[in-house]
């Protein structure tokens, strides 16, 4: 609960720093009250199983471990912030104390008690997302991004509403562990199965699965290049742990009326975002679809899942977030240097600038499955589960869409390979941007090579 609460003060002392004319200092200031945050998160709550304010705000490992990670990556994020958004250095202030209420509505996401939690910190990630994937007022495509996700949030906010409002009228309760106790001698009905339904398309909404994802390609490419990365990482994190607790609370014993729906979901959108980004060559929008396909996964951990421990889940969402936090820092530092993210943009890449194109490139691979990064455990571990719940033959899918992936992230590799003649054109990056990117990188190697610490967190 105090993690909420700090996060909550810091977005707000970030708007009394800008009015002290002390700009300069809010990225660093904020993730590093970020990180400490994360510690103390651990530190005080690891070994707590409680609620706060009347069951509203429930605190255990499951919370602690993801709201950490959440906390981590966002502050990794705002570090690419300073040289990001220097054309408008004045504003630096919204923009983060923004990313910052983002990453407030994604700490409740993982922490709700009560359906009414996870509406207010669903509203409130995305009210944020609408301004920030918004906030590049001289592109066309940001305005677009922008419209576009809140068109599509503020319908998807309906089907979350009725279906609360459903779950409600059939269980007269909001909070989580009472309704769970009530559906376990309830018979289903009809009001019952339409309203797990729609609570769950308005959080696979969020996570980009198929068939919700359209919009999820056009605001990914049209945001700017750190909003993507925080709706890649920070918000499909909270989504999928909000999801996790939704199917291991609210809905355990009726999960199964819902299990055919979502494999014929993760069947769709491994097939969709795998050759959908065969075609493109914006390095963001490979990017997008890459997340669509990595979300199949997070959907197949959660549906394998006994629902003992969310290992899998964990473990998987770090190696993605961490690969995709370098591969971003890298992206961010070309498309400023050229003024675009076209896969041509990296030529020469790794004989102008080696570290940056190393640190993406075990990114990419990560991405890809290539041993022993994260990456591979994770898809090894989830395709281990699926098989052990009977589901051989979406492991047989996952495995072949993975394959024809691997196509497009080595376009990304060979397009930094490719010699340049003359000068290709990268300056000196900022010695932020090389930290984290290898940061992301090095975190990712750490999690393939040892896999069996993390996986015993819970």
Sequence with gaps: ???????????????????????????????????????????????????????????????????SLLLVISALLILLSDKFFEREATK???????????LV???????????????VGIEILSMSLYVLAASNRRSLASNEAGLKYFLMGAFMTGFLLLGITLLYGVTGSFDIYQIQEILITKAPDTLLIIGMLLLSIALLFKASIAPFHFW????????PSLVTAFMITVVKVAAFGALYRLFSVVFLVKITYLEPLLVFFIIMTLLISNFSGLLQTSLKRILAFSGISHAAFLLMAIVSSNFDTP????????????ANVAAFA?????????????????????????????????AVLSMAGIPPLAGFIGKYLVL????????????????????????????????????????????????????????????VIILGVTPKYFLGLF
Excluded at 23 to 30: A, D, E, G, H, V
Excluded at 419 to 441: H, N, Q, R, T
């Design 216 to 223: 999820a390609p056009d605001v990914y490419t049209g945001a």
């Design 330 to 362: 890298v992206i961010i530092y070309v498309s400023h240097v050229k003024g675009n993210d076209h896969i041509d943009a990296f030529k020469g890449l790794l004989y102008a600038r080696p570290g940056l194109a190393i640190a993406m490139m075990i």
């Design 105 to 119: 509505g994604a700490l409740l996401m993982v922490s709700y008690g009560n359906m009414a939690t996870l509406f």
């Design 384 to 443: 281990l589960d699926t098989i052990s719940v009977q589901y051989t033959y979406l492991a047989l899918i996952a495995i072949l869409m993975s394959i024809i992936a691997i196509y497009y992230y080595f376009k990304i590799i060979i397009s930094m390979t490719k010699k340049v003649e003359g000068d290709a054109g990268f300056p000196c990056p900022p010695l932020m941007y090389s930290i984290v990117a290898w940061i992301g990188a090095i975190v």
């Design 1 to 67: 609960m105090g993690t909420i609460i700090i996060t909550t003060i810091l977005g707000l002392l970030i708007m009394v720093l800008d009015m002290l004319k002390m700009r300069k200092i809010i990225p660093l200031f904020s993730s590093i009250i970020l990180i400490c945050t994360a510690f103390f998160n651990v530190y005080s709550y690891w070994k707590i199983d409680a609620t706060f304010y009347h069951g509203m705000i429930a605190i255990n490992q499951f919370s602690v471990i993801f709201s």
């Design 311 to 322: 290992n899998t889940l964990f473990y998987y969402s770090a190696g993605y977030v961490f």
């Design 92 to 102: 630096i202030s919204d923009y983060v104390s923004l990313f910052i209420f983002t």
